[in-house]
Structures are given as C-alpha cells and as structure tokens.
C-alpha cells in the first residue's frame, strides 16, 4: 500500500521560499509518476509539478505558472519527494499535496489529477503581500 505523508508548508512573504517534503512508501512499480498537486477552496485542484519515473529514467514536468521558480526533485536514497518553491507569490497560496499515479503517462497527462491513485494529507502553504 503506498502512503505518503507530507512536511514543510508554513507562511511566508512574498518573493520568499519554502521547501515541501513528501516521504513516500509502498511504491513497487518500475513506471510511475510523483506529483505536487494544490486546492484554493472553490477552485479545481491545479497539477503543479511531476516527475515521471521510468525504469530509472526520470523527466520533470512543471506547470507554466510556477516555471522559473519551483524545482521537483526526488531522493530515491530516502524515498522522498520535494517540491523548491523560490519567488513565491499571493497566489501560490493553497493547500500542497503529494501523489502517486502508477504506470505510464503521456507528458501531456502528467498534471492531471485524474491519474493519481494515492495521496497524501496535504498541508498549508500561507504567501502573504
């Protein structure tokens, strides 16, 4: 069973950085998909950024609102996942959660929700003006 539990969110000003972690567990698959999903109440979760693992080839994808200014990046060595968000603004407010979507995805499905099967709690990210 994969599980994933989530650390770093918190409040911080704008133009100012966090590092999320996603600890995860349970993954026996050679082809799967990591991402960092996010929710503002009323709105559709947003796909933020993935990293697709095939046989040991990763490739990172990363939504157009946060290119430039947060980096995906996995340690297999620790299972962990990590989402560097650098220049952050207002809108970056939401809730961040990590993901887990097994087998394989085309690049242009990479951020879509519906893919994932496995996810963690969530946590606060506050970015204040």
């Known amino acids: 069973q994969v599980q994933l539990m989530e650390s770093g969110g918190g409040s911080v000003q704008s133009g100012g950085s966090l590092r999320l972690s996603c600890k995860v567990s349970?993954?026996?698959?050679?082809?799967?998909?990591l991402g960092w999903f996010r929710q503002v109440p009323d709105k559709e979760r947003e796909g933020v950024a993935a990293?697709?693992?095939?046989?040991?080839?990763?490739?990172?994808t990363l939504a157009d609102s946060v290119k430039g200014r947060f980096t995906i990046s996995q340690d297999e060595a620790t299972s962990t996942l990590y989402l560097q968000l650098d220049s952050l603004k207002p809108e970056d407010t939401a809730t961040y959660v990590c993901?887990?979507?097994?087998?394989?995805?085309?690049?242009?499905?990479?951020?879509?929700?519906?893919?994932?099967?496995?996810w963690g709690q969530g946590m606060p990210v506050t970015v204040s003006s």
């Open positions: 993901a887990v979507a097994p087998g394989w995805l085309s690049p242009a499905t990479r951020l879509h929700e519906r893919h994932y099967h496995s």
């Open positions: 349970g993954i026996t698959y050679a082809v799967y998909a």
């Open positions: 990293i697709f693992n095939d046989r040991g080839t990763k490739t990172t």
